[in-house]
């Protein structure tokens, strides 16, 4: 709860502050938010993480000062592990040592902390570090605010996702009060990229095509496509959904070869279009519009048998009633 | 003034309300807003416009009964005007009879009406109808704050560009607690296209080329792609900025052929660098950081011109310091 967080601070010095592997924004972000804060406070703080920051959010205040561990190495009063679904997630060994405040937005997470303080209401778990700024009565400053911002930013998926809440965007409010230009928060998320990006998204983009349906996109990247182009982990972010565009397209499927034979698979869907259950008959799982799953064997098979997966589900779901964009995609008829 | 344009409204019954031809998203979102305003406090009111509004945002509540005209042909009490830089904005004769009621966002525009309430702090027109309706004593309703919030989202590109404060996102968020679903207006502004989009998309992308210093991306679009793939107007939004997500990207120029020989172009930059110079320099204009202009004669010779033009203006920069990124997009330093 965040008055046991509250509580903690007050009465101790020495933390330290981690997120989950392959960090993201909301990672990032509400670890540097919470970073400041802790030491606008005078306390002793830093920020472990096992994997590297991404390059772009380097661009964040503090984010060079993230050091690098595969386990705690230092003494602390209390670690903050931040969207983190379990205690695993940081991937740094004697971590369940520790006196752990356990920081997420998640409803499925785990309670591993000695602490949980678990807000599924909140957009991102920097929307949570804002709340607790303002709980211990700490000041929103710049360095804080534009921490909290990203990290709002990229969940809420430029403020387009479900989860973006009036609460999200009063949030937001606040922290451009306190000092942050939202353009150059854009500037960091989007185009911070390397012209590989551009290049990968020419060759993938090219793959694009449709089902006989017209509702199911699919799309392909070749080992060959990252080798020609130099691409990097996280230059294909979002290409997944640039078929999504088109309204007549319920369900985009996006498969990247990993190894010869070996495939990493990416589905998106809109409205009531469950692609998790089609993962999950893949071995893989995810949300309802967002999953994932791994297949091997011959590329044109083992796409044509997710796409007609989909299609089928899509079938079934017409038989019931025609499928549409789920209610809260429906705005009010005049 | 806003205060004018409330003793206005509370004095008379009869209006009309237009905006500007080729209407965007804040044209049609703040007339649409303002409409259902007028309507809640037992107002004559109806939108009258020229041209078609854009297929997707007949998704808006109300979008489907605005009237389309020529000339005026009823008789008003008052005609609002909405976003419109000059009286001729809107293409409706006998407009310069009527009493006219400017309302726009834009420090440029001309004082044309009888009463002119320029707001330039406001991000939209849309922002500016809901401090309207809060003045007037009226509800926000689920109807207003769906037309208004696309205003916002459309006019801001999502919450991104420096117009983006503070005010916006509290008002962002009051439409949201009266009942907006963020996501399904996104829908709306980003989703709603045909395959015809994705089509053009993947025909445009495979042109992308960069200058040999590497700031530069040029880019495409012949008659016979828009043919091929039968796009409509509004399916290329936003094609211009693709490149602009590389960092090392300054500057993007996308040609659009019209007729044989005769290309209409569109030019992006990021930070200082000031395109609508370079528009000017061909008899185009447009703001720093986005303008355009119309060329004619060689397709090639008249590209590697443009590019070369913006290359020369990116060096003269360079001498003087090296470019980067305004300071507005600057993040304060750990």
């Known amino acids: 709860m965040l008055s046991q967080v509250v509580e903690l601070i007050e009465n101790n010095n020495k933390f330290a502050i981690t997120t989950h592997v392959r960090p993201d924004g909301d990672g990032i972000g509400s670890s540097l938010g919470l970073n400041w804060l802790l030491r606008s406070l005078d306390k002793d703080s830093e920020i472990i993480a096992r994997d590297d920051v991404p390059s772009s959010?380097?661009?964040?205040?503090?984010?060079?000062?993230?050091?690098?561990?595969?386990e705690i190495d230092r003494e602390y009063d209390a670690v903050f592990v931040m969207e983190c679904s379990d205690i695993k997630r940081p991937g740094i060994a004697r971590l369940d040592e520790q006196f752990v405040v356990n920081i997420d937005?998640?409803?499925?997470?785990?309670?591993?902390?000695?602490?949980?303080?678990?807000?599924?209401?909140?957009?991102?778990?920097g929307e949570m570090i804002y709340n607790l700024c303002k709980a211990i009565g700490g000041r929103v400053t710049k360095e804080i605010a534009e921490c909290v911002y990203l990290a709002l930013v990229t969940d809420t998926g430029s403020f387009h996702f479900p989860n973006t809440t009036d609460r999200t965007l009063k949030v937001a409010s606040e922290l451009v009060?306190?000092?942050?230009?939202?353009?150059?928060?854009?500037?960091?998320?989007?185009?911070s990229y390397s012209w590989s990006r551009v290049a990968l998204m020419q060759k993938v983009m090219a793959t694009v095509k449709r089902d006989e349906t017209g509702k199911v996109a699919f799309m392909r990247q070749t080992l060959e496509?990252?080798?020609?182009?130099?691409?990097?982990?996280?230059?294909?972010?979002?290409?997944?959904?640039?078929?999504l565009v088109a309204k007549e397209v319920f369900a985009s499927v996006y498969m990247r070869e990993?190894?010869?034979?070996?495939?990493?698979?990416?589905?998106?869907s809109k409205g009531d279009l469950n692609v998790a259950s089609i993962a999950e008959s893949f071995d893989g799982g995810g949300h309802k519009n967002a999953a994932g799953c791994r297949v091997e064997g011959n590329?044109?098979?083992?796409?044509?048998?997710?796409?007609?997966?989909?299609?089928?589900?899509?079938?079934?779901m017409d038989k019931?009633?025609?499928?549409?964009?789920?209610?809260?995609f429906e705005l009010s008829l005049a």
């Not at 009060?177 to 185009?191: C, D, F, R, T």
């Not at 496509?225 to 078929?243: C, I, L, Q, Y």
């Not at 990993?258 to 998106?268: A, D, I, Q, T, W």
């Not at 590329?299 to 079934?316: C, G």
């Open 225 to 243: 496509m990252v080798e020609e182009t130099g691409a990097v982990d996280g230059d294909n972010n979002g290409f997944v959904n640039m078929p």
């Open 57 to 70: 959010y380097l661009q964040l205040p503090g984010a060079g000062d993230i050091r690098k561990v595969s």
């Open 320 to 328: 019931q009633k025609p499928i549409q964009i789920k209610e809260e």
């Open 258 to 268: 990993v190894e010869p034979n070996s495939y990493r698979v990416s589905l998106r």
């Open 105 to 125: 937005h998640h409803a499925t997470c785990e309670h591993f902390g000695t602490i949980n303080w678990i807000d599924p209401t909140a957009s991102a778990v």
């Open 299 to 316: 590329w044109d098979k083992r796409e044509s048998e997710l796409v007609s997966a989909i299609v089928e589900a899509i079938k079934k």
């Open 177 to 191: 009060k306190a000092g942050v230009e939202p353009s150059a928060i854009s500037e960091v998320v989007y185009n």
